[in-house]
């Protein structure tokens, strides 16, 4: 049997304008799809044949704006490449999207993301002048689903 080692990318999707903070609506097939047609319009044919084995959007959260995609180590430098350069994301959304972590397993991409999600926490508290409020953003920035509670 042939062990086949992934490629975790972990990145943001930010709207350009942090004033436009209207929920966003993009879901795991939109960001797959976006990522699909980038690395299409870059390597062509090969590019995306060489990707679509083993590619998978794990991982979308539009209050946090973070996503997680799973590919064959190889291929991935094709979606390593393609991602900075995603401008539109579902329904031409306008996106900034910028790459964090590149890992080997799912659970260490989870243990970045809480990590990550920390910092900005800290940052944000730093802000806020009540208790009150600092609760409600530390319960919306640290509340991840369900399946990765159980990986950390």
Known sequence: MVRYKNRYIVFTIKPPNDRDEKQAT??????????????????????????????????CNAQTKIAVVRLRHGPHKFVLHAIPLISNIGEQQP???????????????????????????????????????????ENFLMTLTSATRDLT
């Open 26 to 59: 993009w879901k795991n097939t939109h960001v797959s799809n976006a990522i699909k047609r980038k690395v299409r319009q870059l390597y062509g044919d090969v590019g995306l044949a060489a990707t679509r084995d083993g590619f998978d959007a794990k991982y």
């Open 95 to 137: 996106v900034e999207t910028k790459i964090l972590y590149v890992g080997a397993t799912l659970k260490h991409c989870f243990l970045f993301i809480r990590k990550h999600q920390e910092r900005k926490l800290e940052q944000l508290w730093a802000k806020l002048p009540t208790e009150v409020e600092k609760k409600r953003i």
